[in-house]
């Protein structure tokens, strides 16, 4: 089973840099690809960015394309977000996902979630 935490977030100004992580707490052997999703109060879900699990393959969101990067370390079960060229619009909670594929179908464990806020 996958327990995922997610930290690193916290106070930025617009134009700086953040990294968030994601940390397998189990130390899960199982292969699984990694996302992150962000929410602020009243917005809806958004998707971020996502690796696969032999982390060969990066995705983005259109909104971060060129300004956030994905990464993971599997010595240290841990995914990064790279976060540059912050813009208050990026104010969000980091949520942490992780998905994979079993006999019944895809599986899905979320993570707790990181506070990101960037002032203008």
């Known amino acids: 089973q996958v327990q995922l935490v997610a930290s690193g977030g916290g106070l930025v100004q617009s134009g700086g840099s953040l990294r968030i992580s994601c940390v397998d707490s189990?130390?899960?052997?199982?292969?699984?690809?990694t996302g992150w999703f962000r929410q602020a109060p009243g917005r809806e879900r958004e998707f971020v960015a996502a690796?696969?699990?032999?982390?060969?393959?990066?995705y983005y969101g259109n909104s971060v394309r060129g300004r956030f990067t994905i990464s993971k370390d599997h010595a240290k079960n841990t995914v990064y977000l790279q976060m540059n060229s912050l813009k208050p619009e990026d104010t969000a909670v980091y949520y942490c996902?992780?998905?994979?594929?079993?006999?019944?179908?895809?599986?899905?464990?979320w993570g707790q979630g990181t506070l990101v806020t960037v002032s203008s």
């Open positions: 996902n992780a998905n994979w594929v079993t006999y019944y179908g895809r599986e899905e464990v």
């Open positions: 189990a130390n899960s052997n199982l292969n699984f690809a």
């Open positions: 690796i696969r699990w032999s982390g060969a393959n990066k």
